[in-house]
């Protein structure tokens, strides 16, 4: 059975750079596509964007310009960079797995993550 | 903008029926958008239901089926049970790599 788990800072000052890594057990990342989601009580569940395997990328637009993804295969891990942060960045974030056709198949439980000073 | 939109909340009796549903702030959704549904219960994780519009993911009861309805993507659960009680959300591919997901619905079994 296929499991993620997030992990990575709970606090981050905001102006600064949101770092999250998902680690990737019972299966190989190798041949997906994995996806970061976010949600808060604000905005609901945000797709945030997804990384191949090999190491391509797409981004939400509206994150576009602040987000970076990257795929460590020999670790069976994939991570989410977020910069300049603010409190509107505050969110329990998920990672994913793609599944055959469009849809997300595997979920880690969430990592939350606070943006304050 | 693309708003992918759901009804806030739903009242069913137990062993009841319900619809969900999700459609475009502009547009009309199709299989071609690839519907799929999440249920998420508070503190946890989504789980997937139905993917590709009708496809039920492994493990989910049969009380739950995915349709097109007119111009929206539909969820319906038939027979609802007490712990059928969560928050449903859908999401539509848009083409391109990108995702969106829907407001969510608020289901209630009383």
Do not use: H
């Amino acid at each position: 059975q296929v499991q993620l788990q997030e992990s990575g800072p709970g606090l981050v000052k905001p102006s600064e750079t949101l770092s999250l890594t998902c680690t990737v057990s019972g299966g190989s990342i190798s041949g997906y596509y994995w996806s970061w989601m976010r949600q808060s009580p604000e905005k609901g569940l945000e797709w945030i964007g997804y990384i191949y395997y090999t190491g391509s990328t797409t981004y939400s637009p509206s994150l576009k310009s602040r987000v970076t993804m990257s795929v460590d295969t020999s670790r069976n891990q994939f991570s989410l960079r977020l910069n300049s942060v603010t409190a509107a960045d505050t969110a329990v974030y998920f990672c994913a797995r793609y599944g055959s056709v469009f849809y997300f198949d595997y979920w880690g439980q969430g990592a939350l993550v606070t943006v304050s000073s | 903008q693309t708003v992918v939109t759901q009804e806030p909340s739903f009242s069913v009796s137990p062993g009841g029926t319900v619809t969900l549903t999700c459609g475009l702030n502009s547009g009309s959704v199709s299989t071609s958008y690839y519907p799929s549904w999440y249920q998420q219960t508070p503190g946890q994780a989504p789980r997937t239901l139905i993917y590709n519009t009708n496809t039920r993911s492994s493990g989910v009861p049969d009380r739950f089926s995915g349709s097109i309805l007119g111009n929206k993507a539909a969820l319906t659960i038939t027979g609802a049970q007490a712990d059928d009680e969560s928050d449903y959300y859908c999401v539509l591919y848009m083409g391109s790599g990108i995702y969106v997901f829907g407001t969510g619905t608020e289901v209630t079994v009383l």
